[in-house]
């Protein structure tokens, strides 16, 4: 327990003191997401027979969900997560373009005013080798 001795002495150890509360309680928030994430994998794992979800990050628990065409579950962990659009957008096309989900990719092109623009939908596309169709669609 270090000595105080000065008012200063007293503001600084209450603004350490704050400072470590601050950082318990990100560092309490982020526990608890991933445990909440683990829970979630785990009953991906259970719901799908498929043994590989659990000890991935969030973005690739997503992906692996999209290319494996678990699309509600995907959409649920973004909800549950608070995944933002742009980075929804990124994980859905990638999986996508890499699943050859080029009916797939080119519906999600469709469904609303892309927050990233429709470029990086042609740019995965051409990146995963997608028929000359989609990239002219």
């Not at 043994?51 to 997503?62: E, H, P, R």
């Not at 678990?70 to 608070?82: I, P, Y």
Request: glycine share 8%.
């Amino acid at each position: 327990v270090p000595t105080l001795t000065t008012p200063t002495d007293y503001v600084v150890d209450d603004a350490c003191a704050g400072l470590q509360c601050r950082d318990a309680g990100w560092q309490s928030k982020a526990a608890n997401e991933a445990a909440s994430l683990f829970k979630e994998q785990l009953k991906l794992e259970r719901d799908t027979g498929q043994v590989l979800f659990v000890g991935l990050s969030l973005a690739d628990t997503i992906t692996t969900c999209l290319k494996l065409g678990h699309q509600r579950q995907a959409a649920n962990l973004r909800k549950q997560f608070a995944v933002p659009d742009t980075r929804w957008y990124w994980l859905k096309i990638s999986a996508l373009a890499a699943a050859h989900d080029w009916d797939g990719l080119d519906l999600f092109a469709g469904e609303r005013k892309s927050p990233i623009g429709l470029e990086p939908f042609l740019e995965v596309a051409q990146k995963h080798g997608g028929p000359r169709e989609v990239m002219m669609r």
